[in-house]
């Protein structure tokens, strides 16, 4: 089955404590995104990745870092989380050209 | 700046076409018109997408004006299952308008019985 994978789906930490997002897809798309959604606020672009070793910032990629060392994977780091990125956080992917296949969302408070 | 604009909400009756506009008046050539929807907070699905012609899946249909600086997606006989967020795009197939993708704040779909 085609799909997009979150790790965790929910997750509840503390200021400063260093975490990653794990996103992983089956299709062998080279394109991979990330997004958070905020109340009132829609779905911004923290980063993308148009293949192996290539990514770019999106609309707010302050506080998080990504990689994409294989095409399947594209986990987000968050070095030291603070309270404003408490979020619902989705993972998307796609070929080149074509629909976004989007991950179930991961849930993440920061205390 | 948005590449799109859509109503932040609307209503729609049970059993009856749901229309949805989007304005897209800066769109270039080689950009598609895609849909979204988000049910809750789950991941947004993929509904359908166009770049001149009208298109239709089993999902919806998909109206592009002449100029393509517009579109209204129809859902035919909206259920109660189809109240949520819809979401319009475009997306390019080389460049910029490709990668960074700005989904915006949708609109609110209810559907009402």
């Known amino acids: 089955e085609a799909q997009v994978t979150q790790n965790p789906r929910y997750l509840i930490t503390v200021t400063g404590k260093k975490l990653t997002v794990t996103c992983s897809q089956n299709m062998n798309h080279e394109y991979m995104s990330w997004y958070r959604q905020d109340p009132g606020l829609g779905l911004r672009q923290i980063y993308y990745s148009m293949n192996v070793e290539v990514t770019d910032k999106g609309d707010v990629p302050e506080g998080y870092k990504v990689s994409r060392k294989e095409k399947r994977n594209f986990p987000l780091i968050l070095e030291s989380p603070s309270p404003n990125q408490t979020s619902l956080y989705f993972c998307?992917?796609?070929?080149?050209?074509?629909?976004?296949?989007f991950g179930e969302g991961s849930r993440l408070t920061v205390l | 700046d948005a590449k799109t604009t859509q109503p932040t909400s609307m209503d729609c009756a049970e059993g009856r076409a749901a229309n949805l506009p989007c304005n897209h008046s800066t769109i270039s050539g080689n950009e598609y018109v895609y849909w979204y929807r988000q049910i809750h907070s789950q991941g947004p699905q993929y509904i359908i997408h166009g770049l001149k012609n009208n298109e239709t899946n089993e999902m919806a249909s998909l109206i592009i004006t002449e100029d393509r600086k517009s579109s209204t997606l129809i859902l035919p006989h909206a259920t109660l299952r189809d109240t949520a967020v819809y979401y319009c795009i475009v997306r390019g197939n080389s460049g910029g308008s490709n990668y960074k993708l700005t989904f915006g704040k949708g609109t609110l779909l209810t559907v009402n019985p």
């Open positions: 998307a992917s796609s070929n080149i050209i074509g629909e976004l296949f």
